[in-house]
């Protein structure tokens, strides 16, 4: 009997322990041709290997970038498969497990304080969503918007004045479980947008004039498995019909171009759509809250990682959308001022022609919904650490991308009707 109690606790502790990365490699490959592109192809059908860059095998293409992770045990034979194959490669990570823990530089200022250089667990950004309510009553309120699968609320917090009637801009983070500078974004934003109002000319003006809705964490389940069980985890945390394979890739469960894509069918893939559009509970309140309030709401804005970028309709097809012009001069201005903070590197274009296709994405939906301005972030870096971003950049990261966001704002408050 004692046994069979150290054999279930045994069990029980395996069933919850965090997986780990031991000297896993992320690497970096460019196949010159179709030729080269399709080894990869063929690795990846008989081999575990996990996209960053692009984000499924069916993109994979000639003169592309290709990032993936492989495990300790297969990457003697990718590497060697490469070598065969005459394909220059690169390593980009050595060790996962240990750029996993390398990624927390920076140490807490002061304890019990929400830090916005470091990243923050589900609790912490659930205590600070109360703490900025608390703390400027008048310009913040929190806004209960659903709940995952989970039972974990799903939060907007309201930035600006009570007038639900004004101009506003709808932005989420962390969509992707394991995208966490996106996440910080967020937070970033509604600190110094609370903490400048009244002495920095241009935030006060947008405020004086307009809302923004923030969706701190859209994938919260996600989010928390990335902390608790697998950081590299992607999707939501809903289980699937006929599959042992749990979860949906939120950003392609939007009902637009949703059935497009042939690797976005399986619930196994990274990039499963899910059974039905807008069959997620996040998306459907996502949605929901952006249709009530379309009268009001002229952006949205989407932040991911990685690869510097600042992308625009369409995923689902390399027809341009009607104000392509604007969305372009919008997006080349954005990318600049970004620029000028630390000369980070940033393209601009539509999604399809400057990443890969995508479909059932919450850009395009947006878009088509009748939001003319929508715009994705893909903050840095551009794979050196990918979605491994060191706390030590975030702060930098977030600076930069606030001067893109307020001049995106500025436009939308002078150009949109």
Not at 252 to 260: A, D, M
Not at 356 to 361: I, L
């Amino acid at each position: 009997m004692r046994s069979l109690l150290l054999v279930g606790l045994i069990a029980a502790a395996l069933a919850t322990a965090p997986v780990r990365f031991d000297r896993e490699k992320v690497l970096r490959v460019k196949p010159k041709d179709e030729e080269q592109a399709n080894v990869i192809k063929d690795l990846a059908k008989t081999n575990k290997l996990d996209f960053w860059y692009p984000d499924a095998t069916h993109h994979v293409a000639a003169n592309m970038t290709v990032d993936f992770r492989v495990s300790e045990k297969e990457s003697h034979a990718i590497q060697s498969a490469l070598d065969q194959n005459k394909m220059h490669y690169e390593i980009l990570i050595h060790d996962l497990q240990e750029e996993i823990e390398k990624q927390f530089d920076v140490k807490q200022d002061i304890p019990g304080r929400h830090s916005y250089a470091k990243y923050n667990n589900w609790d912490k950004i659930v205590a600070w969503t109360e703490k900025m309510v608390h703390k400027h009553p008048e310009m913040v309120s929190r806004i209960k918007i659903g709940t995952t699968v989970e039972d974990n609320p799903l939060y907007v917090l309201k930035i600006g004045k009570k007038d639900d009637s004004r101009k506003a801009i709808f932005m989420d983070c962390g969509i992707h479980a394991r995208e966490w500078v996106s996440p910080a974004f967020c937070q970033w934003f509604v600190y110094q947008a609370t903490k400048t109002y009244g002495k920095n000319k241009i935030m006060t003006k947008l405020l004086d004039r307009m809302n923004f809705y923030v969706l701190p964490v859209f994938n919260v389940d996600g989010y928390i498995w990335s902390w608790t069980q697998n950081r590299m985890w992607r999707k939501n945390r809903s289980r699937n019909q006929k599959s042992r394979c749990i979860g949906t890739d939120l950003n392609r469960n939007f009902n637009t171009s949703w059935n497009s894509l042939p690797d976005t069918k399986h619930p196994c893939k990274e990039i499963y759509r899910g059974p039905a559009p807008e069959s997620e509970r996040e998306t459907k309140a996502v949605t929901d809250f952006i249709r009530r309030h379309l009268k009001s709401i002229k952006a949205y804005i989407t932040f991911h990682s990685y690869s510097q970028m600042l992308l625009f309709p369409f995923g689902y097809t390399s027809e341009p959308p009607p104000n392509h012009e604007d969305l372009d001069k919008v997006a080349k201005i954005s990318t600049d001022v970004l620029s000028t903070r630390y000369e980070t590197h940033y393209i601009h274009g539509s999604i399809a022609s400057t990443i890969y296709p995508t479909s059932g994405s919450s850009l395009d939906w947006a878009y088509n919904l009748g939001i003319k301005h929508t715009f994705a972030f893909e903050l840095r870096d551009k794979g050196k650490f990918g979605f491994l971003l060191p706390e030590s950049q975030i702060k930098s990261t977030c600076k930069e991308t606030m001067i893109a966001v307020k001049f995106i704002a500025k436009y939308i408050l002078k150009h949109t009707s």
